[in-house]
């Protein structure tokens, strides 16, 4: 992998981010948890299925590349704290696909097949990882996944042991200028705030070369727009189930994200759109640095 990451800054440097990603990472209240435990067990159900959300807590020792913003800290899909738990992001990782009923992976392979002519790939806010292999299978040459989480990069790591995994942050990727030509970000955007997804894209074009590709998969806003009675029309159950899916879980910035001019947001931030087309329940857009 020759995808560099600078040095200095004022951070730590990369390697220090690489260790609790192999090692052990310090554990979190949710790994403590013992679900027999009525306590536990009702901890556990608050978060999950009454969206009692609220902030995660870090755990002393957790050595990170980046520091992590508040937005980042907040308990994204009614998990028990959030991304950052051993055992939780396990479940997660592995319950997600099944979720989404199998169209995260159809959603990450049309993605990575709009990047398949490219050399060098970063796959922002990776997660466990399947969207990083998705673009190798896909054929890209390099591929390095960014995420937030180092619990989710461990999970990447020890499932892909053969790909490059950083931590980090989309508006703060510490690579060098126009280093890649080619940018992905599966189910990223819609859980930015809006300042941060302007940092964000801000930062994918400084690293972008002239010419590069950036490809997002997002989901669609049909699960918000459209009815009931369309969704069933177009979608049969599945149309409801995303609908009844995309208003039970935490993702407190996706209704500013689904406001957002995509065509005029690239073409302020030197993009211009290639294509914007449905997936559902996803939504594709692929665009190119100026
Ligand atoms: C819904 S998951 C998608 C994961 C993966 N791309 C996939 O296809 O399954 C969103 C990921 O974005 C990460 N994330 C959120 N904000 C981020 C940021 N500002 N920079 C980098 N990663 C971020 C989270 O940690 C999480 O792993």
Redesign the pocket.
Known sequence: MTITVPEGNGQPRPGDGDAPIMGALPETWPDLLQLWRPRDLWLFLSKVAFRKTGRVVLPAGLRLNVAL?AY?LLE??NLPNG?YSKRITRGY?RG?DRVMLGE?RRG?AALAQTLKHCTRVA??????G??TAALKAAGVGQVLG????PY?LSHAKNSYPELSFQQ????RTLLPPSSLDGIS????FH??PPP?AEQ?LQEFARVLRPGGRLSL?EPSDMQFVAGPRELWRKFGWRGLYFRALAHFVNEPFVRAWHARKIEQWLCANEFELLDDQSLFPSRLIVAQRR
């Open positions: 913003p980042v994204f899909h991304n990782s997600f995260m990450r796959d922002m806010g990776c997660g466990d399947s969207s960014i995420d937030a989480s989710l980090g942050l989309a508006e970000a599966c189910y990223l859980e930015l941060a964000a998969l």
